[in-house]
Structures are given as C-alpha cells and as structure tokens.
C-alpha cells in the first residue's frame, strides 16, 4: 500500500506562484511513476505533468507546460510541482498519485494510477 498526502495549496492572484507536495509513504519505493492531476467542478479530472521516478524523465499537458515544473526529492520521499504564473483557469483540486505499471499513457489517463491522495485546493483569482 502507498500512502500520499498533498498539502501547499491555498489563494494566489493571477501571475503568481505556488508550490505543491506530496509526502509518499508505505511502498512507495515500488512506484515507477508519480503525478499530478487536477479537477475543477463540474469537469473531468485531467492529468497536469508526470515524472518518472527512476530516469525523473517527465512530461508535462500543454496547458501548463512553461510554467509548472514537476520534481522529486528521493530522500524526503516527496514529490512536487511548482506552479508559476498562475492563472485563473488553474483553480482546480489538485491531487498526487501514483503508478507501478512499467508504461504510462501521455494522454495521462487516471485508470493508469492505483493509488491517490484527498487532494489539495487551488484558487486563483484575477
């Protein structure tokens, strides 16, 4: 089982910055894959970037590619997406997750990640 846990979230005007984390504990060391994903109301949840853990190669949707940078800190077992010039349409929750499977879609589909965190919220305002 792998436990993740988000926090960072909170209200930021448009322009500005924030950082999210998510703490992985458990088995989290069996996780080839980590990403984020985000869900406005009333839409689908959509995958925002995804690293992969072992050669920390990531990808990132276009619509917040330039602006948002996913890392992990291995020691800390954390991972983290820094988010920079922030617009109104990134308001959403923000969830971590997880996935062991050897390959993952970049078309980023939630099926793919077994495991989630309850997700932390992202308000921007213009």
């Known amino acids: 089982q792998v436990q993740l846990v988000e926090s960072g979230g909170g209200s930021v005007q448009a322009g500005g910055s924030l950082r999210l984390s998510c703490a992985a504990s458990?088995?989290?060391?069996?996780?080839?894959?980590m990403a984020w994903f985000r869900q406005a109301p009333g839409q689908d949840r959509e995958g925002v970037a995804f690293?992969?853990?072992?050669?920390?190669?990531?990808y990132y949707s276009d619509s917040v590619k330039g602006r948002f940078t996913i890392s992990q800190d291995n020691a800390k077992n954390t991972l983290y997406l820094q988010m920079n010039s922030l617009k109104p349409e990134d308001t959403a929750m923000y969830y971590c997750?997880?996935?062991?499977?050897?390959?993952?879609?970049?078309?980023?589909?939630?099926?793919?990640?077994?495991?989630w965190g309850q997700g932390t919220q992202v308000t921007v305002s213009s």
């Open positions: 458990g088995s989290s060391y069996s996780m080839r894959y």
């Open positions: 690293i992969y853990t072992e050669g920390r190669s990531t």
């Open positions: 997750a997880a996935s062991s499977r050897g390959a993952v879609s970049l078309k980023m589909r939630t099926v793919e990640y077994s495991y």
